[in-house]
């Protein structure tokens, strides 16, 4: 297939391209560098020997979009295209609705202008809110969000939902993600937010390089089996090849499925701690910190329905995923210059 990538060049989008490219298919990343760098089309060339067509160009800029529409016929898009900063986006929520909601109006708009009618958008767990029991499981719905970043995944949800309601012709694959971690095993491609990060993978690479002198823990008073969070990572790698069964199930279905995309596993903060420091022979030092606002205890996926509808399982451990973060770290300890 003809696959439209937006925010092809960020974290996830980059593996997921390095993964339809091994499956085949054709990518055009669209993606404004707003939050990843014009050197990640050369790390997914090294990798895959394809170098993709690359647009820079911004999802709310309308005539930007339909230049991209109107010079390739696209058979699918994949909508990765968003601003992801929980905190940032309690203090700026118009440029998180306009950028994540608006921009994905524009998109949607243009798929039905141009005829192309499958997708695959990014959701998170996040839109389960904290009122479920644990594992998640789909068909409990949507709960209540936190922030603003939360709520602009959620409206796109709805509107994806109404939209396929409408329109007989859309198939769209919502995946929930769990928490992706790690890293391509080149060590080419990865991620490395500027500043402080706010993911605790990020923050435990950046303490065992040496560039942070220690993890605060936030909180180790939770009904957990240490007391600290409980998470349910996925290897992006793994994350990346869901994508590409998503893409193509939409292509042989209509209508709209919405998919946890986790491993049903949970790990606590300090049993990442541990893993980490086992994976790349570093310390990580840290400390107890109070808990962060808005932290649920636990959280993690009934990953069934993915295996039944998608054929999809992951493959990577908590180990492969603290290596490879690690090894992409010490590759480009300054993110991919
Ligand atoms: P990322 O920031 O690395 O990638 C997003 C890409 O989109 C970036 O390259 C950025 O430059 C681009 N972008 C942002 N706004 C744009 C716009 N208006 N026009 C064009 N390009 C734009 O983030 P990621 O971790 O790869 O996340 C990808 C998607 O998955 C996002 O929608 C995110 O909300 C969602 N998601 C991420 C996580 C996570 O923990 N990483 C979890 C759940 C859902
Ligand atoms: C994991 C655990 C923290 C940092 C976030 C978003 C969610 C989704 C994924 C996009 C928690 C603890 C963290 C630190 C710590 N993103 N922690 N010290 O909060 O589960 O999910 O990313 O959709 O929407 O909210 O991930 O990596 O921030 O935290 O102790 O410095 O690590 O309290 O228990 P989270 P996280």
New binding site residues.
């Given amino acids: 297939m003809k696959i439209l990538v937006t925010g092809g060049m960020g974290y996830i989008g980059s593996h997921t391209v390095v993964e339809l490219i091994a499956k085949g298919h054709e990518c055009v990343i669209l993606d404004n560098l707003y939050n990843s760098s014009i050197n990640v089309l050369n790390r997914i060339e090294e990798i895959s020997g394809v170098r993709p067509e690359f647009v820079n160009a911004d999802i709310t800029d309308e005539n930007a979009l339909r230049n991209v529409f109107e010079n390739h016929q696209f058979d699918a898009v994949i909508h990765f295209a968003g601003l992801?900063a929980?905190g940032e986006s309690v203090t700026i929520p118009l440029k998180y609705y306009d950028n994540n909601v608006g921009g994905s109006i524009k998109l949607y708009q243009l798929m039905e202008e141009y005829n192309v009618n499958n997708l695959v958008f990014s959701?998170?767990?996040?839109v389960y809110g904290s009122s479920f029991e644990m594992p998640l499981k789909e068909a409990y719905g949507r709960g209540t969000t936190t922030?603003p970043?939360?709520t602009s995944?959620l409206m796109n949800e709805m509107i994806i939902e109404d939209y396929c309601h409408a329109r007989k012709e859309l198939s769209a694959v919502v995946l929930r993600?769990?928490?992706?971690?790690g890293a391509h095993k080149s060590g080419l491609i990865g991620e490395r937010p500027n500043g402080i990060?706010?993911?605790?993978?990020p923050?435990i690479s950046d303490v065992a390089i040496g560039k942070r002198e220690r993890?605060?823990?936030?909180?180790d008073d939770?009904d957990t089996k240490d007391g600290?969070?409980?998470?349910d990572y996925i290897h992006v790698v793994d994350l990346a090849k869901a994508h590409v069964l998503a893409i193509e199930y939409a292509a042989k279905n209509k209508g709209m499925e919405t998919i946890n995309i986790g491993t049903g596993n949970g790990y606590?903060?300090l049993e990442?701690v541990e893993a980490y420091k086992k994976a790349s022979g570093k310390d990580v030092p840290y400390v107890i910190?109070p808990?962060?606002a808005?932290?649920?205890a636990t959280?993690y996926a009934d990953p069934n329905k993915a295996k039944e509808l998608l054929g999809f399982e992951a493959q990577y451990g908590i180990e492969d995923m603290c290596l490879d973060s690690y090894n992409f770290i010490i590759k480009n300890p300054n993110g991919i210059e």
């Fill in positions: 992801k929980v959701s998170s767990a996040t922030n970043y939360g995944k993600y769990f928490n992706p971690v990060p706010n993911n605790l993978m923050y993890l605060n823990v936030f909180g939770y600290t969070g409980v998470r606590s903060v990442i910190a808990r962060r808005g932290d649920v959280c």
